[in-house]
């Protein structure tokens, strides 16, 4: 496709449920991000891929948290037994290469009640 | 942290040029400086990036100092739809952890 494409738009789980959370970057990207933006925060990085390289995952809060990018194209973020703070806007983010403009996608908005 | 620094929050009236600051006063000679902005409910959008040259697209300007230490972004002609939080970032092309700050919020009034 021409920009980044996340699914869920948004998602509504119950406190301790698992949920998966999808990134279907621009074709051809060897960079791929995950960040998360709490309502009124900034962004807070979460985990990079880039290529076939092990991923950085220095930003994951916590290990409920993991994710995957399979083929080097679509990843995919898990939280497991999810918690009122993690209730937020995930979003994903790619690029050709780490010196250009990121593409960002409009996010997964995360509700845990 | 950030290694940037931006004002919280800037007004401009509409059709006005709005004149964005970024300090970066730690910047390393190979870093570059971007740019993004997000409108409300959006992800960033790149707008512009550089390194020492001032650079222009058809979004915006970038103004870099001299001495590389602070920089602005000149949105020429403002609309109300440039109303967003502004970010501005440095790093390096092989860097891949970006750290980003508050922004400023930018608010076009009519």
């Known amino acids: 496709g021409a920009g980044v494409s996340q699914s869920p738009s948004n998602k509504v789980t119950e406190k301790g449920k698992d949920v998966e959370l999808r990134c279907d970057p621009i074709s051809g990207h060897t960079a791929l991000y995950w960040y998360r933006q709490s309502l009124g925060q900034g962004l807070e990085f979460l985990i990079y891929f880039q290529g076939n390289s092990a991923p950085d995952k220095s930003g994951l809060p916590s290990d409920r948290f993991s994710a995957e990018r399979t083929g080097g194209s679509v990843s995919t973020l898990t939280i497991q037994r999810t918690q009122q703070e993690d209730s937020a806007v995930y979003l994903c983010?790619?690029?050709?290469?780490?010196?250009?403009?990121?593409?960002f996608g409009s996010g997964t908005r995360l509700t845990v009640v | 942290d950030a290694k940037t620094t931006q004002p919280t929050s800037m007004d401009c009236a509409e059709g006005r040029a709005a004149n964005l600051p970024c300090n970066h006063s730690t910047i390393s000679g190979n870093e570059y400086v971007y740019w993004y902005r997000q409108i409300h409910s959006q992800g960033p959008q790149y707008i512009i990036h550089g390194l020492k040259n001032n650079e222009t697209n058809e979004m915006a300007s970038l103004i870099i100092t001299e001495d590389r230490k602070s920089s602005t972004l000149i949105l020429p002609h403002a609309t109300l739809r440039d109303t967003a939080v502004y970010y501005c970032l440095v790093y390096l092309n092989s860097n891949y952890q970006l750290i980003w700050g508050a922004g400023t919020k930018l608010i076009i009034k009519p």
């Open positions: 983010a790619s690029s050709l290469d780490r010196g250009r403009g990121y593409t």
